[in-house]
């Protein structure tokens, strides 16, 4: 195998990886938002957040799979007292009004960050059996890398068949459609409302523990992920799951490709991107009329 | 008749206290003034989008910042252009930029709206930072030079090492903005935007025009938003692309409306002010910038969602009002 293929195929797999922890993060959010009808603006930070946990308990336990395990359980409750705390008091007053609140969880998050972690670069150590490169038909590929694809597509599955296989996402699904119907139906939305918002900062909290060995954890990482993050939703269509999927896919690998192509201008593919497709379809890709 | 003649006294005395505000006050709190006022305008431009038409604006940076570097541009590399021309190149770059955007971004609302902002304020962000040869990276573009502002056949006056003579003309740039908005929202046209913001349906069955309506204050918006870009350039000779594009730009006004009252024209001016003043106490002890402004934003919402102009109506109600009439709001609410 030439090297020149083994670059493309290797920096395939790059934006494959990084496309999949996008749509870690983008399900979370177009869970929420289809579900709640918020846009939550402090999700890049639960993300960032989960990174920092993540360093937190490899630090004391000194495994990584530890991190993998506790770091998105303890985002998930903190979002869930996010939720219960303060987006429940408020959802009276519109969208405006999350925003916004969102925006200062965020900002509060970030300072909350920096104050007990510093500002500088804190690298997550990943087990040796995670390091390293796995040769396939003569061609090496980056084992933690292949890791993460296969850690997304387990969640993919699992969020699956919760949402599709159980009672529970059978209301979510149809909460989704009909909210006051559903409720007038008898089933408690408020704490159906706590559970997908928690389920959604969980999801946040995987990517953030994936992507902490790839980029380190530090401050900026909400605004540098988030940002795209938050693309892929609107170009992928608000609620949408496979829009989601599919955008986060096509992004990654403009990410990494255009970075090997275009490095000055590989952001502005993306959103050039968002621009083409929001000029036709103002909702996003699979985004329904509202 | 009394109420007049009260506005008449309260507006010259806020005159003549502009007019002598640098000789009573010194040159650290005029500097002061000059940035409140660019805000208080910033802040308004915002407001005349999310409070009159509902478009909330995640990027209003981007016209703040072009504005500035247009500004910046034209006074770096044009010789001998006066003062307000180089003005008028920024805010005609803030003035393409938005018709550009508008056949866009008119079509989508609410929160399809913010995040697109959102995401044309970044790209003007890198773009900024990564066009080195003519934005000057990181660095901005600074130390261009100022030319006096020159009235034919009258005077001079010179800009450079004068904060005194920088401050009026800021404030008689800033106040015609002011007041060319204030005029705005008043006429017929203005209001319609209160009806496309309160239900754009029926707007459109009345014959409106919706989405030309929004073009057309989007493009208002985002011209007076680059008149308080182009002027903040000036005032500290230095165009950069954290300071005038950055995202906290962008949230910095929603913050000000947010707390002085969304939907109100003054209320941005007043959120301003109070942002101000707790920034100048808050940030002598702290540095901490997120959370003081992370922790306004959620007491905002969470206790006064309808600003400091909400707050003052529902004092004014529940103690100023005679008792019939707040009964029946009271009521009716």
């Known amino acids: 195998m030439d090297p020149t293929t083994s670059m493309y195929v290797a920096q395939g797999i790059h934006g494959i990886a990084y496309g999949m922890i996008l749509f870690l993060i983008a399900s979370g959010l177009t869970i929420i938002f289809g579900m709640m009808g918020i846009l939550n603006l402090a999700h890049a930070a639960f993300f960032m957040l989960a990174g920092y946990f993540c360093y937190q308990v490899t630090a004391i336990t000194g495994s990584f799979w530890m991190g993998l395990l506790l770091a998105p359980v303890f985002t998930a409750f903190f979002g869930i007292f996010v939720e219960r705390v303060f987006l429940r008091r408020i959802h009276a007053f519109g969208h405006l009004g999350e925003l916004i609140l969102t925006l200062g969880i965020a900002q509060v998050i970030l300072a909350f960050v920096k104050i007990v972690w510093g500002t500088e670069s804190l690298p997550v150590k990943v087990p040796t059996i995670l390091t390293g490169m796995v040769s396939v038909g003569g061609l090496d590929y980056p084992i933690y890398r292949l890791f993460v694809i296969g850690l997304a597509m387990v969640v993919l599955v699992f969020m699956l068949l919760l949402l599709y296989k159980t009672r529970l996402g059978k209301i979510v699904r149809a909460a989704v459609s009909d909210r006051d119907m559903v409720n007038a139906l008898g089933i408690n939305i408020p704490v159906i409302y706590m559970i997908v918002f928690g389920v959604g900062t969980w999801l946040a909290g995987v990517a953030g523990v994936a992507i902490a060995p790839i980029l380190t954890v530090f401050p900026g990482l909400a605004d540098q992920v988030g940002m795209d993050a938050f693309i892929v939703v609107v170009t992928g269509g608000f609620g949408s799951l496979a829009g989601a999927f599919i955008v986060s896919i096509i992004f990654g690998l403009l990410s990494s490709y255009g970075v090997q192509f275009l490095s000055q201008l590989a952001p502005v593919l993306m959103v050039g991107f968002m621009a083409i497709v929001l000029a036709f379809r103002p909702n996003g890709l699979f985004g329904v009329e509202e | ?333």
């Open chain 2, 1 to 333: 008749m009394k109420n007049t003649a009260i506005k008449i006294v309260l507006w010259t005395v806020l005159f003549v206290i502009m007019v002598f505000f640098p000789k009573l006050f010194g040159i650290y709190y005029t500097n002061l003034f000059v940035t409140f006022a660019v805000f208080a305008v910033y802040a308004v431009s915002l407001n005349v989008l999310l409070g009159y038409t509902g478009l909330l604006s995640f990027g209003h940076a981007m016209f703040f910042g072009i504005g500035g570097y247009g500004t910046a541009l034209a006074l770096k590399h044009i010789d001998g252009i006066a003062l307000l021309p180089a003005v008028g190149i920024g805010v005609l770059a803030t003035f393409l930029l938005a018709l550009v955007l508008c056949p866009l971004v008119t079509r989508v609302t609410g929160t399809a709206f913010a995040m697109l902002h959102l995401a044309f304020g970044q790209l003007f962000y890198v773009l900024a930072l990564k066009l080195r040869n003519i934005t000057g990276g990181e660095d901005g573009i600074g130390n261009f030079p100022i030319p006096d502002l020159v009235i034919p056949g009258v005077a001079s006056f010179s800009m450079k090492g004068a904060p005194q003579n920088f401050y009026y003309l800021a404030l008689v740039l800033l106040g015609i903005s002011l007041w060319l908005m204030w005029f705005f929202t008043k006429t017929p046209f203005g209001q319609i935007q209160v009806a496309i913001r309160d239900n754009a349906k029926r707007a459109d069955y009345l014959g409106y025009k919706v989405p030309q309506s929004k073009a057309v204050i989007y493009v208002v918006s985002g011209i007076f938003a680059g008149v308080a870009g182009s002027v903040y350039g000036m005032f500290h000779n230095l165009v950069s692309a954290d300071g005038s594009l950055g995202v906290m730009v962008s949230f910095t006004p929603i913050i000000a409306a947010m707390i002085g009252g969304v939907g109100s024209f003054f209320g941005p001016i007043w959120g301003t002010a109070i942002f101000q003043i707790l920034e100048e106490v808050v940030f002598r002890f702290t540095d901490r910038v997120e959370l003081v402004t992370g922790a306004i934003l959620i007491l905002v919402v969470m206790f006064a969602p309808q600003g400091l102009a909400g707050f003052i109506k529902m004092l004014k109600m529940r103690y100023f009002s005679t008792p019939a009439v707040s009964a029946k709001k009271e009521k009716t609410s």
